[in-house]
């Protein structure tokens, strides 16, 4: 068959050519048609004139030969049919070259066999083991061929697996057989690798290799061989593949992957092929190495061994290691760079072996170390090369590892041979005899290796002091073999050498901490005590003198510069060690040569003691000069070494204490004083001279010194001196009293060293001493005072004085600790006690805190003084807190119980607890006394009732005093049992004036506290009831009264809030104890005839328990009849009230019967119980029979018994009257008009003044119309004219303040709002009432707005005032006026909600008034100034201006004190019952803004411009209305969330349905009116914020809760017309702006409606002849904080300036002057409208608007005065090729 032609393309035979050229190397030149130089298509013919080239001859380029391929093991022994499938196709993969394939190739072959034939897998079959043992049985031939190969790999994780699955493989006995069988008569590769892999640079690797190769090495040989071992048989093989591996490293690697490595340099090998191409990413030099290292391992391990011995036999072998140990390449393997100097003329192409390998280099060495010291005596002509390459490699190693592992080799190769440096420096010079020998001792001080060593120590040993510089003597000592310095220029090299790495702080860069610096000291210090001793031995004769010179020289100055280091800190390291060091050198010395150890000694105390002098004291108190005397005194072994050290340490003592006594010294004196008595007094004891300096020192006093030392320095010197005197205890002790005795005078400055001292004795360094008498008296006085006055810091110092009082204080002293203690403690108790707002100073907890301490070491000194500070402890324990919650208590319950004890210390101060309970001018709170007396007693209420609170019988003693004064007669308003007079009961007893409540109410106040807290304890003692129900009348009848009038048992200045809590917490109690009442069979008649008297109490058992409700009744009714008072006649309503409910006819009968019969001779308890029984509403026959007696009785009284008797029965008559919300009627219809007239006529009658009818009676008149108007509203008569003219006379000229006459004020207003109610369904009396309604009501404005209305606070005359509010609203509409507004303003800050709420419904319908009036007096009045003038505020002008005091009352407001956290829970009663302060505030702050937006509503933009313009100059929404209303919206506050909103509907509001837990949903409102009324304003404030995080709060607040509504708002009136159901039942028409825009011309569309924010959007066109012209205004999604965006549309006739300026003015009329859209809009078309009025269409066109341009007619003809479009004449002209008018045919120009 013919040879075919390849299919490869000519690229690929191209490829495959240049490989092939590459990979043979050879030199054959390629023969083959080469393209021209000219190649490409210019050179290929086409160009012009030129010829076409010869035409290539194609040959055929044979493909790349491909390297042999190593047969697959398992086809070598034929095992494919044999192995099973699995485990064959595991060998299959180990073939592959993909890292992989082989790595997954182990993995199963150790998870699925090797693990398979272990004994310990527990999971495996006895089957499956056997199983898997004979398949690897048979696959093991094939594994022995792969081992080297695996072994040698790259990858370190398959050489871990091949490692691995080799020693499993052991553990089979069978496997373990036939690997010895094979090891034995392996091939030289097999073992090799497996040798090589003992040391495998990974540690997993070598060490599982070492344990598998020791494991079958040391194995016997087979019986009938030769003895011996495996590995002795395979020695020659191992050295021979351990040599070639160290020469030849890629050669040995190719023989385990032939075609794997290829040329790693040269000029025909590029990148590419230098790489391995098989393996992981590891390149030829870092594979050289990995082999190298293991091989040198193994060279290590046979001659350790005894394999090789290096005997100069004739074993090839052998010669082969002797060989490559003669070879400076092979030595290389020391050497770190590329150039080493003992190799001489090296191949461009050799690689030092050790370059870029530090691992190399620290095998190398270990191989050194071995040949050292084992075949010392073999190594012959190797030794040159040796050391040249051992001291040339050694002094420039980089590597820190490798330096650290070459010492040991250098040092065992220097002790082996001495000659070393001589056999290094004589390297390479040719020489044929020893003559030279000397020259080239002297020559080793210039060597290359000694200057490379010189350099070492100047950087610092290269980087590795702390090894080297202890090696430096032995090293030295080889350099020659006499002495090794003996000329000064050699010595000095070599110490400059050493110094120099101090000097360039090459020392302490290169390696931290203080070890490399005392390795440098002991090298310098042992190197000159070696050098000096061989120079003081002679060589030859007797030793010169100037090797004694320089001998001695070298020493002195050497140490000498070494304790100058240390002095000057160039040389840091710990004083002890330091000392060690130095004394052992200077042990030596005096050992060796006493003289020389003196003259260093001698330099060493020079520059000792010159750092005594001036301002090196500094330098001596910096070095620890103790730890280096205390280091030398216990090194030095030669006495006199000690000798020189005491002596000088005794003169160092002498010369500081003689610095320190004069004039001028350095407190640095001191320091070194202290430091010599404290830290060396054992070292100065024995020395003479130190016992007179110290005497002399004492004898001075610390007068002479207390201006030169400070006191922290003055105590660190008497403790020093006490402490050297601490084994003559006399005079320690006689020196301490001196010491108090100077130390006592405060103003000295001594509290520091006092502190000091203390601080010395917390430490025990002052013990042994004893305290003196009173010397610390006036010093303990003074830290008193002084921390009492809160100036003072020292008390500490007095705490630390008390606890080492044995030491400082004496009793005496302690006790005036103690008193003084008390008195401050009780002066602390008294101010919180009596002074309002009284700041306890927070050094009170000292004084609490020295009180324990003085328990702690000297109780009977407290003890005894327990009646004078129990109180006051009580009181920072438990009551303070009370009064301030944040505070804690500076009184801890362990310090309370030690100090005060337990019910015996109670008794002790038993009588002032009892003293504060009763005293008034106490200001706490009785709850808070009875709270804490509750929490001391462990809720022992029962104690607290019967030991602590007054008996029973002081009480009813107090109570009948304060019965004794009769209620104001202005309480007559809300009571019937109070008459109109003025009347004590007792003229003689004054009624209490003091501020705080009096001792009862402080004592009733106790009860209440004590039994709402013990409920079983108030149902056992009723007698309570009686003050309970005594309290709780006295504080109704507070709160009711104004405070102007107020002299009752709670004081003057006792405030609402307080009586408040004290009446809802009797009522509670109350309640619970008349709860007994509700049983059905209470015995109301039995209790009737007791009362009465008919039945005797022994003959009932009801009063069996004294302790009963029923004992309590009976017991209260006897002692009113007996004390016949007002107060006890309404203890004794309240008391039935209750008991009375659901009570029958019959019981009711019974207690008016009561009444009755007690007519006489108790007339205020017979009013009383016959009210309590009227209250129940059971009408009786006998009930009606009495208010007839009553009503009889009064009709034809003359008028002369009006005032007494009249005034009586009308009293009576009042009491009897049915509650007004009752179905129950007076008197009869005929009996009630008789009773009117017989009244009437007694006022009509004019007599003397002493018979005229007082007010008295018409006060009650009123009361009784109240009664009986029901009855007459539907007769006709005089009797409604003579009512309604009461009303008048009552009201004109009325006054809240009148006391006189308030209770007919508020009787008459009542009147009028009932007449208001009947009038509404009854016609005849409603025509009555309409012709004096208006003049009523506007008596009853006067009333609001006079001044009197103002700033009340009686509870009664907030009541009534909020009902002539109610009055006016009825006709507020016909009587308000313009000028009201400023009137009515003051309503809106009264500290009453009703007030409030029922104020603004009049302020927002005056406003409304006051605001149609200014844009009347705008509109109509533009120019001149207005006539007339609403109010003070009223415009002037054509200027509309805000009311000054709606202005005065929002700017008086300012920042509200918010408190956020308030609102957001639902308020107790109680919470929001005190309307007079925060909730007020805030109340009182936005209905004011309300009322000013309700002014701006309806107005025109020129009275809105106005308004604004007073709001932006008062700067009321940047000072006022913004800040607000973030913080109570939370609005930009950190660590806060907004307010939400979505369950509100922020843009409506209902005042009257107003509660305090809806503020904030106010505020929300406000803030949406807000930006509705005055949005510029808004707008501006939000553009000025420079609070980032505010600005962005609010913005999206805004366009969450508020933007979405106003747009809808804006967007409604453009919408289609709606009319509601409410319009259309009043008639009203439909009303919508866009009924306004649109016409013929215009429309208006609306989009975005309920959209998304950002599509709001309002468009308008209006056309013009058939042209639509177009604009559009878009709302943006902050609106209105972010200005409207106006969208220009289509031009239509108008210039282009007059548009963008019809544009601008919308923008700017809702951006800039808070106009609406639709306002915007109207503007925008009036301008359009006028522009176009009056326009006519062009002549040519007869269009109005020119279809080219949409221009108007503009070019007028001066002849015609027709008007003609520029676009129109154009073409006219160019037509007709003229300038003539169309029309006039005149010239147009």
Request: proline share 5%; with cysteine.
């Amino acid at each position: 068959m013919g040879k075919q032609k390849s299919s490869a393309t000519s690229a690929t035979r191209k490829k495959h050519a240049r490989k092939a050229a590459a990979s043979n190397a050879t030199d054959e030149v390629d023969n083959s048609p080469q393209p021209s130089a000219k190649g490409g298509k210019g050179a290929s013919g086409k160009g012009k004139g030129k010829k076409k080239g010869e035409p290539r001859i194609k040959m055929y380029i044979p493909p790349v030969k491909p390297p042999a391929l190593q047969r697959d093991p398992v086809e070598v022994y034929g095992l494919a049919s044999q192995l099973p499938p699995d485990l064959l196709v595991i060998f299959r993969k180990l073939t592959k070259k993909d890292i992989v394939t082989r790595t997954r190739a182990l993995e199963e072959l150790q998870s699925k066999w090797i693990d398979s034939c272990s004994p310990e897998n527990k999971s495996i079959s006895a089957d499956d083991r056997d199983t898997a043992v004979a398949g690897l049985e048979v696959a093991l031939p094939a594994w022995n061929l792969h081992f080297p190969a695996l072994m040698f790999h790259p990858s370190r994780r398959i050489r871990l697996l091949t490692a691995q699955i080799q020693a499993a493989c052991l553990q089979v006995q069978s496997l373990h057989d036939q690997i010895l069988d094979y090891l034995s008569n392996a091939p030289e590769l097999y073992c090799g690798a497996w040798k090589l892999s003992c040391f495998d640079i990974d540690r997993q690797v070598s060490q599982l290799s070492q344990q598998t190769w020791s494991q079958v090495s040391l194995a016997p040989l087979p019986e009938g061989e030769e003895e011996g071992t495996i590995e002795s048989r395979v020695g020659p093989y191992l050295v021979s593949f351990t040599v070639d591996s160290v020469m030849a490293p890629e050669s040995v690697y190719g023989q385990f992957y032939p075609g794997a490595v290829t040329k790693t340099s040269g000029p025909n090998v590029s990148a590419d092929q230098s790489r391995i191409v098989e393996g992981e990413d590891e390149s030829p030099n870092d594979r050289a190495g990995r082999i190298r290292l293991a091989a040198l391992g193994s060279l290590r391990s046979l001659i350790a061994s005894g394999l090789v011995k290096l005997s100069h036999g004739d074993e090839s072998e052998e010669q082969r290691v002797e060989s490559i140990l003669n070879d400076p390449q092979f030595w290389t393997i020391l050497y770190s760079g590329d150039h080493p100097p003992f190799v001489s003329s090296p191949s461009p192409e050799f690689t030092p072996y050790g370059m870029d390998q530090p691992g190399v280099r620290r095998a190398g060495w270990g191989l050194v170390q071995v040949l050292a010291k084992h075949h010392h005596d073999h190594l012959g002509s190797a030794l040159p090369v040796m050391s040249a390459a051992i001291l040339r490699s050694i002094w420039v190693e980089p590597d820190a590892g490798t330096r650290h592992s070459a010492l040991d080799g250098l040092l065992s190769f220097l002790a082996g041979f001495p000659q070393a440096w001589k056999l290094a420096t004589a390297f390479g010079v040719e020489s044929e005899s020893d003559e030279l020998e000397d020259e080239i001792d002297h020559t080793v001080y210039s060597s290359p290796a000694y200057i490379e060593f010189l350099q070492f120590l100047r950087m610092a040993c290269g980087g590795s002091p702390t090894h080297f510089y202890p090696s430096i003597i032995i090293i030295l000592s080889k350099l020659s073999t006499d002495s090794p310095y003996r000329t000064q220029p050699t010595i000095d090299e070599l110490f400059d050498a050493l110094w120099a790495a101090v000097d360039s702080q090459a020392l302490t860069i290169v390696e931290r901490g203080s070890a490399p610096v005392l390795a440098f000291i002991s090298a310098v210090l042992e190197n000159a005590r070696f050098i000096s001793t061989k120079l003081r031995q002679p060589s030859s004769g007797e030793v010169d003198d100037p090797a004694l010179e320089l001998s001695s020289k070298l020493v002195v100055d050497q140490i000498g510069q070494v304790w100058n280091y240390y002095m000057s800190h160039k040389l840091v390291a710990p004083a002890s060690e330091f000392g060690t060091i130095l004394c052992k050198t200077l042990d030596r010395l005096a050992g060796n040569d006493i003289e020389l150890f003196k003259l260093v000694w001698t330099r060493i105390e020079d520059a000792t003691i010159l750092l005594l002098e001036g301002e090196n004291i500094i330098v001596a108190t910096k070095v620890a000069f103790t730890d280096i005397w205390k280091a030398m005194d216990a090194e030095a072994k030669q006495s006199e070494v000690k000798e020189q050290l005491h002596a000088m340490l005794g003169q160092m003592l002498h010369i500081s204490l003689q610095r320190l006594e004069s004039a001028s010294s350095s407190p640095l004196y001191l320091e070194h004083v202290i430091l010599m008595l404290t830290d060396m007094r054992h070292l100065l004891v024995g020395f003479q001279g130190n016992q007179e300096s110290l005497q002399s020192l004492l004898e001075t006093g610390f007068i002479r010194l207390d201006g030169k030392l400070d006191p922290g320095h003055l105590s660190r010197l008497i403790e020093a001196i006490l402490f050297y005197f601490q084994d003559d205890q006399i005079s320690k002790q006689k020196y301490w009293h001196g010491v108090l005795t100077v130390l006592a005078d405060p103003s000295s400055g001594h509290k520091s060293t006092l502190g000091a001292l203390l601080d010395a004795s917390k430490r025990g360094r002052l013990s042994g001493l004893s305290s003196a008498t009173v010397e610390l008296h006036t010093l303990v006085l003074s830290i008193l005072s002084d921390t009492k006055e809160g100036s003072g810091d020292d008390d500490q110092l007095l705490l630390d004085l008390i606890r080492h009082h044995d030491i400082f204080l004496s009793e005496k002293e302690l006790d005036v600790c103690a008193n003084f203690v008390c008195s401050w403690l009780e002066e602390v108790s008294a101010g919180v006690l009596r002074q309002p707002g009284y700041s306890v100073p927070s050094s009170v907890s000292f004084a609490v805190q020295v009180l324990r301490l003085l328990h702690d070491v000297r109780p009977e000194t407290v003890v005894s003084r327990r009646v004078a500070f129990a109180g006051p402890l009580f009181v920072l324990k438990y009551i303070l807190p009370r009064i301030f919650s944040e505070t804690d208590s500076f009184v801890g319950n362990s310090v309370y119980s030690t100090l005060i004890g337990g019910g015996e210390g109670f008794q002790v101060w038993l009588p002032e607890l009892q003293g504060w309970l009763l005293d008034p001018q106490v200001e706490v709170d009785i709850d808070i006394l009875v709270d804490a007396l509750l929490e001391a007693s462990h809720q022992d209420s029962e104690w607290l009732l019967h030991k602590v609170i007054p008996s029973k019988t002081v009480l009813d003693a107090l109570f009948m005093e304060e019965v004794l004064i009769g209620p104001s007669p202005i309480l007559a308003t809300m009571d019937a049992l109070v008459t109109e007079k003025d009347e004590g009961e007792s003229p003689s007893k004054e009624a209490y004036d003091g501020k705080q409540p009096s001792s009862y109410a402080r004592m009733v106040w106790a009860l209440s506290s004590l039994m709402a807290v013990d409920r079983h304890l108030a149902r056992s003692s009723y007698w309570v009831l009686k003050h309970l129900l005594l309290i709780q009348q006295l504080a109704e009848d507070r709160l009711a009264l104004p405070m102007d009038s107020i002299h009752d048992t709670f004081g003057s200045e006792t405030s609402r809030t307080t009586i408040r809590f004290i009446l809802n917490q009797s009522r509670k109690t109350i309640s619970y104890l008349l709860s007994a009442s509700s049983e059905d069979d209470f015995p109301h008649s039995q209790l009737v005839e007791i009362i009465s008297g008919k039945k005797p109490p022994r003959e009932t058992n009801i009063l069996s328990d004294s302790e009963s409700l029923q004992a309590f009744t009976v017991d209260v009714c006897h002692l009113a009849q007996k004390k016949d008072y007002v107060r006890m006649a309404r203890l004794v309503r309240t008391l039935l009230v209750p008991l009375l409910r659901g009570a029958s006819g019959v019981d009711v009968d019974a207690w008016l019967t009561l009444g009755r019969t007690a007519k006489r001779s108790a007339p205020n308890f017979a009013r009383g119980v016959v009210a309590a029984a009227v209250s129940t509403g059971v009408e009786t026959p006998l009930l009606a029979r009495m208010r007839n007696e009553a009503a009889s009785d009064l009709i034809g009284l003359p008028v002369s018994r009006a005032n007494t008797e009249g005034s009586n029965h009308l009293h009576t008559l009042l009491v009897l009257a049915p509650p007004l919300d009752s179905d129950s009627v007076l008197l009869p219809t005929q009996r009630s008009i008789n009773l009117v007239q017989t009244v009437e006529k007694w006022i009509n009658t004019e007599s003397d003044d002493d018979e005229e009818v007082g007010p008295v009676i018409e006060s009650q008149m009123m009361a009784l119309f109240l009664h009986i108007a029901p009855v007459l509203q539907s007769l006709s008569g005089r009797h409604w004219e003579f009512a309604f003219d009461l009303i008048e006379n009552t009201l004109e000229g009325a006054s809240f303040k009148d006391t006189e006459m308030f209770v007919q004020l508020a009787r008459t207003l009542e009147l009028v709002a009932n007449v208001q109610t009947l009038v509404a369904t009854n016609k005849q009396l409603r025509a009555s009432w309409a012709t004096r309604q208006q003049t009523i009501s506007r008596l009853v404005r006067d009333l609001v707005v006079s001044s009197s209305a103002h700033k009340l606070d009686g509870g009664l005359e907030l009541v009534y005032r909020t009902k002539a509010l109610n009055i006016l609203h009825e006709s507020a509409e016909a009587i308000l006026e313009p000028g009201d507004f400023s009137k009515f303003v003051y309503l809106l800050h009264e500290p009453h909600l009703e007030t409030q709420q029922e104020g603004y419904g009049l302020v927002r319908t005056a406003a409304l008034k006051y605001t149609e009036h200014v844009v009347m007096e705008v509109g109509l009045n533009s120019t001149a100034p207005s006539s007339a003038s609403v109010s003070a505020s009223a415009p002037e002008g054509a200027e509309a201006r805000l009311p000054t005091e709606l202005i005065q009352l929002l700017d008086a407001y300012g920042i509200l004190d918010l408190d956020d956290e308030g609102w957001e829970e639902e308020d107790t009663e109680e919470d929001v019952g005190d309307w007079s302060g925060l909730h007020q505030r805030q109340f009182g702050f936005f209905l004011g803004w309300m009322a000013l937006f309700d002014i701006m509503e309806n107005t025109s933009l020129r009275v809105r411009a106005g308004y604004v313009e007073d709001i932006r100059n008062g700067e009321l929404v940047s000072r006022h209305l913004m800040p607000n209303l973030c913080r109570m919206l939370r609005l930009g506050q950190p660590g806060k969330k907004p307010v939400r909103m979505d369950l509100y509907e922020v843009d409506s509001f209902y005042v009257q349905l107003f509660e305090p837990t809806s503020m904030t949903v106010l505020g929300a409102h406000v803030y949406y009116r807000a930006l509705r009324a005055i949005p510029s304003l808004v707008r501006v404030w939000w553009t000025e914020c420079k609070d980032r995080q505010l600005s962005n709060a609010i913005a999206t607040y805004t366009a969450s809760y508020f933007s979405p509504v106003l747009v809808s708002a804006e967007l409604a009136s453009l919408r289609p017309p709606f009319q509601s159901e409410q319009q259309a039942t009043a008639g009203q028409p439909q009303v919508s702006g866009r009924e306004l825009l649109e016409d013929e011309a215009t429309s208006v569309r609306v989009s975005g409606v309920g959209g998304q924010a950002g599509s709001w959007e309002v468009s308008m066109s209006y056309v013009i002849d058939e042209q639509k012209m177009e604009m559009g205004v878009k709302l943006p999604s902050e609106y209105p904080l972010r200005n409207v965006e106006v969208k220009d549309g289509r031009r239509v006739g108008v210039p282009e300036t007059k548009w963008r300026g019809w544009l601008f003015a919308v923008q700017q009329l809702v951006g800039t002057q808070n106009g609406h859209v639709v306002d915007a809009l109207g503007m925008f078309k009036k301008n359009v409208s006028l522009h176009f009025e009056g326009q006519v269409e062009c002549a040519i066109c007869y269009s109005i608007i020119s279809l080219t341009d949409l221009q108007l007619p503009t070019k007028p003809c001066k002849t015609c005065k027709n008007r003609f479009h520029a676009s129109c004449l154009y073409k006219w002209f160019k037509s007709s090729s003229s300038s003539s008018c169309p029309l006039c045919r005149s010239d147009i120009f």
